[in-house]
């Protein structure tokens, strides 16, 4: 099946800071989603974005379908951008319904 | 609009016991799957239905099914529960292909 790479694991940033986090995968898709997981285990739907880039606030994404790669920037992190980032990918045809997560970012902001 | 809701929102149950979550999508959305994440791990698929049909089924051993009713609405059921079966089970749905997926908060079941 398809493989879903996240960088890096872990981040730790103070208040303010931007970051990049990073997504590969191994094949063609036709979906790309970034998700935000809380504390409370739900999964916030960030972006849907199977190639191009889109902005929303303070966050913004890139995926290029390609080199099969994907970015999400944070700018001017904050307390409440804290926990889980994860990428999910759906390959389409016979996995059509499918998402293929990775293992997700833990992201740690501090005041 | 209210999003995607699932019950119980926790549970506990004995091993061997059988249990059943469920879902309800966003309104109008045809498409419902379900995902279970063990503690530190992506979510993993389960099944994904279509119109009350499934279209999918990930990696997971008989004792799970699900269906999907005429509302669309979505029934997990896991029979001879596990202690591994405990884990945060989530379901998403979407209206077709090629709209992404929205999440529910998910029922956190814990097997003892």
């Known amino acids: 099946g398809i493989q879903v790479e996240q960088s890096p694991p872990d981040l730790i940033l103070q208040e303010g800071a931007n970051s990049t986090l990073r997504c590969n995968f191994s094949?063609?898709?036709?979906?790309l989603q970034w998700f935000h997981q809380n504390p409370w285990g739900q999964l916030i739907n960030l972006f849907y974005?199977?190639?191009g880039t889109k902005q929303n606030g303070r966050l913004s994404a890139t995926t290029v379908a390609t080199e099969r790669y994907s970015l999400l920037y944070i700018s001017s992190s904050q307390t409440t951008d804290s926990g889980v980032y994860f990428c999910?990918?759906?390959?389409?045809?016979?996995?059509?319904?499918?998402?293929?997560f990775g293992q997700g970012t833990i992201l740690t902001v501090h005041p | 609009d209210a999003g995607v809701t699932q019950s119980p929102t926790h549970l506990i149950k004995t091993r061997g016991q059988h249990v059943t979550l469920r879902c309800s999508p966003i309104?109008?959305?045809?498409?419902v799957s379900w995902y279970q994440q063990v503690l530190g791990q992506g979510p993993q698929f389960i099944f994904q239905?279509?119109?009350?049909?499934?279209?999918g089924r990930g990696n997971f051993p008989d004792r799970f099914s699900a269906r999907q009713f005429p509302n669309y609405s979505s029934e997990l059921n896991v029979n001879a529960l596990l202690l591994g079966d405990s884990a945060l089970y989530l379901c998403?749905?979407?209206?077709?292909?090629?709209?992404?997926?929205?999440f529910g908060s998910g029922t956190r079941l814990t097997v003892v």
């Open positions: 998403a749905s979407s209206p077709d292909r090629g709209w992404g997926y929205t």
């Open positions: 094949d063609s898709v036709n979906n």
């Open positions: 974005i199977p190639s």
């Open positions: 999910a990918v759906e390959k389409g045809g016979t996995s059509y319904g499918k998402l293929t």
């Open positions: 309104s109008g959305h045809k498409s």
């Open positions: 239905y279509y119109e009350k049909e499934e279209r």
